[in-house]
């Protein structure tokens, strides 16, 4: 299973972007996914993440800001960011819990992708 992100970049404070993050391979279906961000010298946060039927959840620093979704049909997790503040300049991972089926059983995994930098500047 592999989880590509892209749309990072740079942009000025106040701007917008927007995260892409799709997932593939041997996939039985997905359970929760979401976002962190790690800036430098600091530690990897949740950002935002989202449950199979849709349930979200957010970090205060984000809440107003960012929108999470999921299309479900594509294993893939989204992320609008409006708004964006010089301290939101991180590399932005996306992750997921897979199911896959390997007969006789399940097995359940938490994938993360490249990670993709977001840089706003001020």
């Known amino acids: 299973v592999q989880l590509q992100a892209s749309g990072g970049g740079l942009v000025q404070a106040g701007g917008s972007l927007r995260l892409s993050c799709a997932a593939s391979?041997?996939?039985?279906?997905?359970?929760?996914m979401g976002w962190y961000r790690q800036a430098p010298g600091k530690q990897r946060e949740l950002v935002a993440a989202i449950t199979r039927g849709g349930s979200t959840n957010y970090a205060d620093s984000v809440k107003g800001r960012f929108t999470i979704s999921r299309d479900n049909a594509k294993n893939a997790v989204y992320r609008q960011m409006n708004s964006l503040k010089p301290e939101d300049t991180a590399v932005y991972y996306c992750n997921a819990e897979v199911l896959t089926i390997v007969v006789p059983t399940t097995i359940k995994y938490t994938y993360w992708g490249q990670g993709t930098q977001v840089t706003v500047s001020s």
């Open positions: 391979g041997n996939i039985f279906t997905i359970n929760d």
